[in-house]
């Protein structure tokens, strides 16, 4: 079946549903949706029970008086009417969207460098992910349009002319259009003076390797200029380059991209440096800088310390950052889970979220900061600018490296994060804890500030001794303060590798017998059938006593946030800015968003 046939079968029986809803409804009846797995795997069953619910969702009518309950609230227990599997044609149309996917060919597909030149639009260079056929794997392309052994000659005697006549900037990406622009004229001049002629057909591609090798990134200047490429990494000379996509269906693979002399690789990092504002030698061989866009950038300089030659690697940023839908899209969460976590920062607790190297602890940091309510006043602290947050109150910190061996004009995560609380925050976000500034932040959620970070720790055990142990160095009573820890791990899964959130626990308490975290588990990930499974929750059951809610107002509460996420989802609403509107109107115009995702 192709997409068109599965399309026009789920309208059909979208219309077929909607007939026996309209029947039953004239007899006091209406139908709801109940999924009996919640993580999404098994299927959901239509059942007919009586219209007794509060529908639809209004939350400023809760009930006046709310028993106390006796018990955690269930997970599991909450009918959470509306969701549905997201199944891999779901998927396929999301990527079909975004990487142009042509599965006959199971190849990939879609453009990378398109520029304006000489008034006209070109695209000079596009990504071709497929199987190669000698080396039985998948492999990332980056197609150009070739040139000849003369253009390539042509081309370097213009660009060491266009050096020594203009000074090119280090940040040129303020003002690249105007950059190419100057670069084209003096390049055409160039030409003239030499009197080289160059037909009009080739010239725009002769004008796109100099603009690439002056302003650009040189050879991995259409990798920089790929959306879903997350790092790019060098290892070495005659080393293919690595990249990490954001597609879970390719991950990580090698590129068609090497550097093939220690010359070449030393002259590329040398300038890569240079657009940092800082230096890289022999004497200085290892540099931690981020690059005019806000990317990471790591540098290991010469043979003496890296056997295979200059090394670096780059963590792209991103304007395109991750979102909840784009968590739902790579089943990394489900809606359910998504919905506990949007009620628990709503509320204001506290959460840190944990995993090894490359588990997207960033992404999921970023993409469940957006549940913040317009409005509060948000401080974020990095070390690399990474975070996109649509909030107009948000204050953006980045921490700074100190200058020689002194480290003159150093200003710390831990300098920020005192000066942070001087300004009344409602949220403090660190980008991931790592010493000392873990004490301020713990110490500002125990005076009721809502923290949330990233910390290095694969497991609960790890994460405690990480936080008690130098140079962290906790002090257990303020573990305490802590809600929730969310786990997420990289594993490799039928075939390729994936991104889950493998255990969300709530903290209870800190044992001083048996120095150990006292905590339970809200939500583990089942490997059988890859779904989320939910247990009792501790904190929602404080949250509902704290906010006089009874049960039935927090089942109301995740239908509604269930349903919003699903309507995302459904509508492939991945801009963050367009998520915060969405939002926007969940806190500020709740009947119309009531009226918008049909609740």
Known sequence: MDIDEFIDSVLDTVKKKIELKNKLNQ????????NTNIAGSSQNSNQIIPILQTYPYKPKKFKKKAKKLNKDINLLSIPVAGQRKITDKDKLKFFIDLYGVNNEENEYRYPLTKMRVLNKDFIFSYADISIDQNLNELV????????????????????????????????????????????????????????????????????????????????????????????????????????????????????????NSDIELDNFVIKLSVRTGRMISISNPLLDAALPDGSRLQITFGKDISRKGSSFTIRKFTEDPFTPVDLLLYGTADT???????????????????????????????AVSLFIKPGKKIISIEDTAELRLPHSNWLQEVARPGYGPN?????????????????????????????????????????????????????????????????????????????????????RYQGRYVRRVDKIYEILGYDKEKKDI???????????????????????????????????????????????LEYMFENNVRDYKKVGEIL????????????????
């Open 518 to 564: 006292n905590r339970v588990v809200s939500y583990y990930w089942d490997p059988k059938d890859d779904s989320y499974i939910p247990q009792n929750s501790n904190v929602l059951n404080k949250i509902a006593e704290l906010r006089n809610w009874s049960k039935s107002d927090i089942e109301t509460n995740f239908k509604f946030k269930i349903r919003v």
């Open 336 to 366: 359910n889970m998504l919905a506990y976590l949007w009620t628990l920062i709503e509320e204001g607790r506290s959460l840190l979220i944990s995993g090894g190297t490359a588990t997207g602890k960033t992404s999921f940091l970023n």
């Open 27 to 34: 007899g006091g009846f209406r139908i709801e949706k109940i």
């Open 407 to 491: 480290r003159y004009g150093e200003v710390s995560m831990f300098d920020l994060l005192k000066a942070a609380l001087r300004q009344r925050p409602d949220y403090i976000i660190v980008g991931e804890v790592r010493g000392e500034e873990a004490y301020i932040l713990f110490q500002a959620m125990a005076t009721g500030h809502a923290g949330l970070s990233t910390i290095h720790a694969e497991s609960i055990e790890a994460l405690t001794d990480r936080l008690l142990s130098p140079p962290i160095n906790l002090p257990p009573s303020l573990l305490e303060i802590l809600d929730d820890v969310i786990f997420l791990k990289r594993i």
């Open 584 to 599: 926007d109107m969940y806190y500020n115009d709740t009947d119309k968003l009531i009226r918008l995702v049909g609740f």
């Open 140 to 259: 990332y392309n980056v197609v150009e349009v070739p040139i000849t052994v003369q253009e390539k000659n042509i081309i370097d005697y213009v660009i060491d002319k266009l050096i020594k006549r203009i000074e090119i900037p280090e940040n040129r990406e303020n003002d690249f259009d105007r950059m190419k622009d100057y670069i084209v004229e003096e390049s055409i001049n160039i030409l003239k003076e030499k009197g080289v002629k160059i037909t009009n057909q080739r010239l725009p591609y002769i004008l796109y390797y100099i603009i690439r090798d002056t302003i650009g990134y040189g050879i991995i200047d259409p990798l920089m200029r790929d959306p879903y490429i997350e790092d790019i990494s060098c290892n070495g000379i005659d080393i293919p380059i690595f990249i990490f996509h954001r597609n879970p269906l390719i991950g990580e693979i090698k590129t068609n991209i090497k550097f």
